[in-house]
């Protein structure tokens, strides 16, 4: 697929509608363009001659048309006509690349918004499959870039036009000399285009490569920092840090370098062309070249129109090579398919039933086969097990993380499908074995992804035995946990843990693993603790130590891609 097609698929309606406009807007500036390079060769010509306005039909016909009785005056309005142009012509410049700013720098707002969505609606199984680094690089970077080069494929075609226009008007005034001046030019930029564009574009190839590993490096270090510290081994890191760098900036100096490559070459062959135009004039002529003084003016005031111009779709050009990768990027991740997840009510008075059901991950290798279960309301059951056997998956199942690949989950005889999963899965309060706490306050915690209430957050953390702790010795519900609660022991990470899933107000909870880093007597403390809050509701436990489960009424274990009820 070429680049206008994704570039297509990614954009809105309205977008391409203020596209299509800022295309018509760039069509009208090339006009202008155009007539401010065309009226100063009859400007000069009149101005050094004023015999013309008397021999030439068009000069005398606007002469006596607007009644001037003096060539001065005739020459002197053309001359204001014309610098009140040049101003409207600059103000309207101006204004074309205010329009483009806004436009360009608009789609990196949204379309980090879109890739952010896209990436909310992944599937579980499809988010554990992707780096979080190479996702916050995309979001953050190559929308960027891709602005960049939305912007430069506008400023190529606003500039293609100038160029048209302004070679026509040089045709019509001398076509052989703008032909062989044309011919020339266009085997140089041809050269330019398959061999230093090709350069560029590989560049950007090494680009999008090494910044991802710098992401990667960032990420991983900032995550492991105090294991870092402890192993004392910051220069390998460093060094690591060093190399991805280092090729990022080597990527971005060959690219620059290239980059002004086109200019100093299209100038120098530019206006070397338009010395041998003078010299061949001078000795075809004898010397005296002053009937041509009009047309080397145009050619003058065209090529020095016509080389930026020239020099900057090349750059533009050379900046989309550059930056392909980020549009191969987000195009990539804006078409794949999200859930298209419902929310259709779904009640919890009875039991879950797990009918036939089997799973695997890859649609090859079965994790679980032909697994048959009842869990009724309020009951609490374990799911024990070696490691890798399946039992985080079978419970990832039943709330609804992971599709089913064969059979059933019936909630109260109500199937769980992609019409209600997500009423579903609001029922979930899930406390997993690794707490994340974001760099906020405990309540803020406690409330992420519902509406901030402080009664609520105190009456969840009272539950969860750590509202005292907090008021006593820290700043209550505003107390800072640092990055991934950082500030907070093991055993207080879990209770908030506790809190934030009771927050939810769930009818089944969930514990993944939840205790199994934490010392027996504060383990003991938290189950107890769960016991307690969860004495209404449904509780699950995936556990290793039996002193964990010892309170639960049922215990599966999950083994060979199956479960059998562990009579002990």
């Known amino acids: 697929m070429n680049i206008y097609k994704k570039i297509s698929a990614i954009l809105t309606r309205h977008d391409k509608r203020f596209l299509f406009l800022l295309m018509g807007f760039s069509v009208f500036i090339a006009i202008l363009e155009t007539v401010g390079i065309a009226a100063i060769m009859p400007f000069i010509s009149i101005s050094t001659n004023f015999s013309l306005i008397d021999s030439n039909k068009y000069y005398h016909l606007i002469y006596h048309l607007f009644g001037f009785n003096s060539k001065v005056d005739f020459v002197m309005v053309f001359g204001v006509i014309l610098v009140l142009f040049y101003f409207l012509r600059g103000a309207l410049n101006l204004f074309y690349y205010y329009t483009l700013a806004r436009f360009t720098n608009g789609r990196i707002y949204s379309l980090s918004y879109k890739l952010f969505e896209n990436y909310l609606g992944m599937n579980y199984y499809k988010f554990i499959n992707h780096n979080s680094a190479k996702l916050s690089k995309n979001i953050v970077t190559e929308t960027q870039n891709l602005s960049g080069l939305i912007k430069a494929l506008l400023m190529m075609l606003s500039e293609i036009f100038v160029v048209i226009f302004i070679y026509s008007a040089m045709i019509y005034i001398n076509w052989k000399m703008t032909l062989v001046m044309t011919l020339f030019l266009g085997l140089n930029v041809l050269f330019l285009v398959k061999i230093i564009s090709k350069k560029i574009k590989k560049q950007g190839t090494l680009r999008e490569r090494y910044q991802q590993r710098f992401f990667e490096i960032i990420t991983s270090t900032f995550g492991n920092f105090k294991l870092i510290k402890l192993q004392s081994n910051d220069k390998l890191i460093i060094d690591e840090f060093k190399s991805a760098s280092l090729e990022v900036a080597k990527a971005?100096?060959?690219y620059e370098t290239f980059g002004q490559f086109p200019r100093i070459f299209l100038e120098t062959l530019g206006f070397g062309i338009l010395s041998s135009i003078v010299i061949y004039l001078v000795f075809k002529h004898g010397g005296d070249i002053r009937a041509f003084l009009g047309i080397i003016s145009m050619f003058v005031l065209g090529l020095y129109r016509l080389m930026p111009s020239a020099n900057r779709l090349l750059s533009n050009y050379n900046m989309v090579m550059y930056f392909h990768k980020s549009l191969d990027v987000i195009h990539t991740d804006l078409m794949f398919d999200n859930e298209k997840l419902g929310d259709k009510k779904v009640d919890f008075n009875k039991n879950i039933i797990l009918k036939n059901l089997s799973f695997s991950y890859d649609g090859k290798k079965d994790i679980l086969k032909d697994l048959n279960l009842e869990i009724k309301k309020g009951q609490k059951i374990a799911f024990v097990g070696p490691s890798g056997?399946?039992?985080?998956?079978?419970?990832?199942?039943?709330i609804g993380i992971f599709h089913l690949s064969i059979g059933e989950i019936l909630v109260d005889g109500t199937l769980i499908n992609e019409e209600n999963i997500k009423a579903w899965r609001k029922k979930v309060g899930y406390i997993p074995q690794s707490v994340y706490l974001f760099d906020g306050s405990v309540g803020q915690n406690v409330s992420f992804g519902k509406d901030y209430d402080k009664k609520k957050i105190k009456d969840v953390l009272k539950k969860a035995k750590i509202l005292d702790f907090l008021e006593q010795n820290q700043d209550g519900i505003e107390t800072i946990v640092g990055e991934g609660g950082i500030k907070l022991s093991g055993g207080q990470k879990q209770r908030i843990a506790i809190a934030r899933a009771l927050y939810q107000d769930p009818e089944l909870l969930v514990l993944d693993e939840a205790t199994s880093a934490l010392d027996e007597k504060i383990e003991k403390?938290?189950?107890?603790?769960?016991?307690?809050?969860?004495?209404?509701?449904?509780?699950?436990?995936?556990a290793h130590r039996l002193s964990t489960i010892k309170r639960c009424e049922k215990v599966y274990k999950v083994h060979r891609k199956n479960i059998f009820e562990d009579k002990k």
């Open 389 to 398: 056997e399946g039992k985080s998956t079978l419970v990832d199942i039943i």
């Open 252 to 254: 971005g100096t060959i």
């Open 525 to 542: 403390e938290i189950m107890d603790e769960i016991y307690e809050v969860s004495r209404d509701k449904t509780l699950i436990i995936i």
